[in-house]
């Protein structure tokens, strides 16, 4: 059931939406609260909201963009009962921004009250990454290249 207000439009008309999509990978994420998933994606990740409301949100960031379903919006959805006793969502997969600071990233999830897995760090295969939790568990990695020595 859609929380959305009647007399509230979307940005565009969903049809129009998945028309305008870029092919390559898509991440579509279910999420408890869609604005507190948008609060984390602005301030830790410097995404944009392209669009937010309670059902939905389309978020861009370093050249990517993905999108945000709240758990209510999927009641017909095939997904219905997957999150029903999940503990964590995502386990196992982590999302990767390449691009946003993981310094920033690190210092704004801190602030912001947010898990910090591991704090930012040279790799050796070339990558500063940091590892954070957004508030329905999943596993980000913001991550700039490393200058070659």
């Known amino acids: 059931m859609k929380k ?7 940005w565009m008309a969903p049809d129009d ?11 579509n994420l279910l999420v408890k609260d869609v604005s507190a998933a948008v609060r984390f994606a602005e ?3 410097g995404a944009t909201a ?6 939905f949100a389309v978020l861009r960031a370093a050249g990517s963009e ?3 379903h709240a758990d209510h919006t999927y009641v017909d959805n095939v997904l219905t009962g ?4 999940a503990e964590t969502r995502g386990a196992g997969i982590e999302l990767r921004l ?3 600071d993981p310094d920033s990233a690190e210092s704004a999830a801190r602030d912001g009250g947010w898990t910090v897995l591991s ?3 040279d790799k050796p295969h070339g990558l500063r990454e940091a590892v954070l939790i957004d508030d329905d568990g999943y596993v980000w990695v913001p991550g700039v290249a490393l200058p070659k020595s």
Do not use: C, E, H, K
Request: proline share 5%.
């Open 43 to 45: 301030q830790v990740l």
């Open 119 to 121: 704090g930012a760090i």
């Open 50 to 55: 392209t669009y937010s409301d309670a059902d």
């Open 82 to 85: 997957i999150l029903d006793g």
């Open 17 to 27: 939406y998945g028309r305008s999509i870029r092919p390559g990978l898509g991440v």
């Open 66 to 68: 993905w999108m945000l």
């Open 98 to 100: 390449y691009g946003v």
């Open 4 to 10: 959305r207000s009647a007399d509230q439009q979307p």
